[in-house]
């Protein structure tokens, strides 16, 4: 452990917590100068950063059974409790078999409708010459269609509202809360405050949504919380309880709002400044589709799209996850402890000079079959790997691409004079503002 370097820059009792308060992004890009395993201080508790893909992949597929999720999950755990991305060993295995046919693509099939139903809506709602801020846009499309998709029906909304109202207030804070030392959740500020009261009526409403459609007995509607109330573990034959379906929808909502809000707002931005890139997607939506919705069978043909999300899920990815060995594990040849929190970043791998060429430039051609063969395998994890690897990434997929091909036929969307987005650091890499205009596609 002695042999393992520390980041410069810690303060005594908080680390290296300002550095991440700071400048969270551009702190975790900075620790791969200083070797593949470095220190990093959270408060007085040490934290092991991995920086290489190669010691990524070692944690998340080869040793993943030597670990279990760590710090960052438990401080999580009054927002989502025990649901499947904080869940370890047997109950996160049997969640996932659960929860698992819940993301297959009959559901996905049924979901779709929802999304293409949502994208139209909302590009019907704009008018040519509209200034709209499409950060705020796209989280306001992302929560609606996943509280439509959870709940089906008036049952469920009291809890529609709800996430509308309070899950922006919790993404605004979860990275800095789950990074930071415990003792400043107690501080009286308004942050904490705004933090605390979202997630208790948050957790609250779901609870009563929960409880009042288990009393209502009805059949499968389609919806999320119908197939939790009613799912069943063919091993075991437990079905999940009120709190473990509260727990799992709460995990779908933080997992799912914010990076497909984020995908959306900054794909039309980097459009915007790659017109020869849009006018390629246009003309193959226009062969795919025409002049119909949007539908499922569309989706895999339009793989321009698809090439534009993978550039822009690397370059604004996740921005920081953590494991804690249960034995002890070798990494990079220096053996850390049972205990031993162990943290990587996706933002700063898909960053690294050392495996992507122009690392930091948008370049979805990059995505070409011809020149995806120059990047490996482990350099390229969007949504994770392994065990752990993201259970509803095919939505995120279908939904993401619904929309910009549901808005890129009918709009063009034009950056705005005077602001220059910026990331801020969240689960994900988001924008602080994307102000756009919008236009009329030409014919």
């Known amino acids: 452990m002695q042999s393992v370097p520390r980041a410069p820059g810690a303060v005594p009792l908080l680390g290296h917590a300002l550095s991440l308060w700071r400048d969270p992004l551009g702190f975790m890009k900075s620790l791969r100068a200083h070797g593949d395993l470095v220190r990093v201080d959270l408060g007085m508790m040490p934290m092991y950063v991995v920086t290489s893909a190669e010691l990524v992949h070692e944690v998340t597929v080869k040793q993943a059974r030597s670990f279990e999720k760590g710090r960052f999950f438990d401080r999580l755990r009054p927002l989502a409790g025990n649901g499947l991305a904080n869940a370890n060993g047997e109950l996160h295995r049997a969640h996932r078999r659960l929860i698992q ?5 009959e559901r996905i099939a049924g979901y779709s409708q929802i999304m293409s139903r949502n994208a139209q809506q909302l590009a019907d709602s704009w008018t040519p010459g509209q200034v709209v801020d499409l950060e705020q846009v796209m989280a306001g499309y992302a929560i609606e269609t996943l509280a439509s998709t959870m709940f089906s029906t008036d049952i469920g909304l009291p809890a529609v509202e709800a996430v509308r109202k309070n899950l922006p207030v919790l993404l605004k804070n979860l990275l800095i809360r789950a990074a930071s030392p415990t003792f400043l959740d107690r501080l009286p500020i308004r942050a904490n405050r705004d ?4 997630s208790r009526a948050l957790r609250a409403v779901i609870d009563e949504v929960v409880s009042t459609a288990r009393r209502s007995g009805d059949a499968d509607r389609g919806d999320l919380l119908s197939l939790l109330l009613a799912a069943q573990d063919a091993d075991s034959g437990k079905s999940l309880s009120d709190v473990e379906v509260r727990d799992e929808l709460s995990t779908i909502l933080f997992a799912g709002a914010e990076t497909t809000a984020a995908a959306l707002a900054w794909t039309f931005h980097e459009l915007a400044g790659r017109p020869e890139t849009e006018e390629q997607l246009v003309a193959e939506i226009r062969e795919v589709v025409g002049d119909r919705p949007v539908t499922l069978a569309d989706v895999p043909r339009l793989e321009g799209i698809r090439r534009v999300l993978d550039e822009v899920i690397r370059l604004h990815g996740v ?3 953590m494991r804690r060995t249960t034995q002890p594990v070798v990494l990079g040849g220096i053996e850390l ?3 031993t929190e162990v943290a990587f970043s996706l933002y700063a791998i898909h960053r690294d000079p050392s495996l992507y060429a122009n690392a930091d430039t948008f370049d979805p051609d990059r995505w070409l079959p011809e020149r995806r063969g120059d990047i490996a395998r482990e350099a390229f994890v969007p949504f994770g790997a392994g065990n752990r690897k993201c259970i509803g990434d095919q939505f995120v997929w279908t939904e993401a691409t619904i929309a910009i091909a549901t808005v890129l036929a009918k709009w063009q969307l034009v950056p705005t004079p005077g602001h220059t987005p910026k990331e801020v650091a969240s689960a994900v890499a988001h924008a ?9 596609r030409q014919a």
Not at 101 to 105: E, G, L, T, V, W
Not at 195 to 198: I, T
Not at 432 to 440: A, F, G, S
């Open 337 to 339: 402890p049972t205990g």
């Open 101 to 105: 046919p819940m993301f297959s693509k």
């Open 319 to 321: 921005t920081l996850l």
């Open 195 to 198: 933090f605390d009261a979202a």
């Open 432 to 440: 602080d503002r994307i102000p756009m205009t919008i236009q009329p």
